[in-house]
Every structure is written in C-alpha cells, then in structure tokens.
C-alpha cells in the first residue's frame, strides 16, 4: 500500500532516505535526479522499496500509506460495503505491519537464546556460589539446565510460528486490499487522493 509518487518525494527530499538516494543516485548514474526518475526505478527494482520499508520500519513510520475512505450517502451499497471492507483491511493492515517480512531473517534465534543463556548463567552463579548442588547433586543441576533449554527452545517455536501466522494474514489481506483499491479507482468508486496519503 505504497504511494509510489509519495515514496520517491521522500526518497529525494527528506534526509532520513539518504542512503537510499545515494545508492538510487549510483544505480542511475546521474546526480540529477528527478522524482519521476525516482519512480521508474523503483518500479523496475522492487528492492529497493524493500529497502525504503525497512528505513521505515526502523524509524517507526508506517509504510501503509492509505487513508480510510469516507463512506458518502451518495454511494450505493456495494459501493459503501467495498469501502467499509477496504477501511477494515487498512487498520487489519497496520496492526500488522511489523509481520510484512516472513520469519526467515528475524533476530527471534538471538534474542531468545540469550534470554535462555541469561538464565542458565544466573543459575549457575546461584547454584555455585549459595550451595553446594554442584556436588552433591550434579545431574539435577545439568538436567535443570536441560530444561531451560528445551523451554528456550519451545519458546522459540512458538515465537517464530506466531509471527509466520501474522505474517501469512499481512499478506493475504495487502494482496486483497490491493485488488479491492485498483477495482474501485478502476470503477471511479473513489478517487487515488481519496485513499492514498500524499
């Protein structure tokens, strides 16, 4: 849900894209660059919208940039259901915003495995310094630290799956809403100023 026109105005004009505009300005081959420039190799190179999301997401700026439509008494009401459906899948949208990408390159496997060696180490301080457990109780201690593990483990699991199941509505809605948005400017239901942010 990009603004295409929105998007290269930033690219050029807003410092917060500067990498990116300096890789655009290379892959162009020219420092003078215009917007509709901007534009034609975005279209051509899908990553680096990939790239303008990620600076986005980084920076905590939505990259859905859609407005809800106004449901006017002058619609007819598959008119005011598609906008009502549209207006439902945008905010389904942005509260999902932050799965767009799949699970595959998360930092979920660093962030909850430390939190697991964290606790085996504090364990391990615990044991060792205030009680005698390494000695006389050897296995249990090793075998407590198996179960930090395999919780570890599990949590992982069911961190990455939960993210996979959020990632898979995000995309089936964004293509869904996407068809919906091109049927009705196709329609002249709405006009593009009336649903993209410019």
């Keep these: 849900m990009i603004n295409i026109q929105k998007v290269s105005n930033q690219i050029l004009n807003d410092g917060l894209y500067n990498t990116l505009l300096f890789e655009i300005k290379e892959k162009l081959f020219s420092q003078n660059i215009t917007p509709l ?63 767009e990408g799949d699970s595959k390159n998360s930092a979920y ?42 919780l570890t483990y599990f949590g992982y699991i069911k961190i990455k799956s939960n993210h996979d199941i959020k990632h898979r509505i995000f995309t089936a809605t964004h293509v869904k809403t996407k068809k919906m948005i091109e049927d009705g400017l196709e329609k002249g239901d709405f006009s593009f100023e009336e649903i993209y942010i410019a």
């Design 37 to 99: 420039m901007i534009e034609e190799l975005l279209k051509k190179d899908p990553s680096l919208l990939c790239e303008y999301k990620e600076i986005n997401r980084q920076s905590e700026l939505s990259s859905i940039q859609v407005k809800e439509l106004l449901v006017k008494k002058s619609d007819t009401s598959e008119i005011a259901q598609r906008k009502r459906e549209i207006n439902e899948n945008i905010q389904v949208l942005k509260n999902l915003e932050n799965f």
């Design 109 to 150: 496997p660093i962030w909850i495995g430390s939190i697991g060696v964290m606790i085996i180490f504090m364990a391990h301080n615990i044991i060792a310094l205030f009680s005698e457990l390494y000695t006389t109780h050897e296995n249990i201690v090793y075998l407590f630290f198996g179960v930090i593990l395999l």
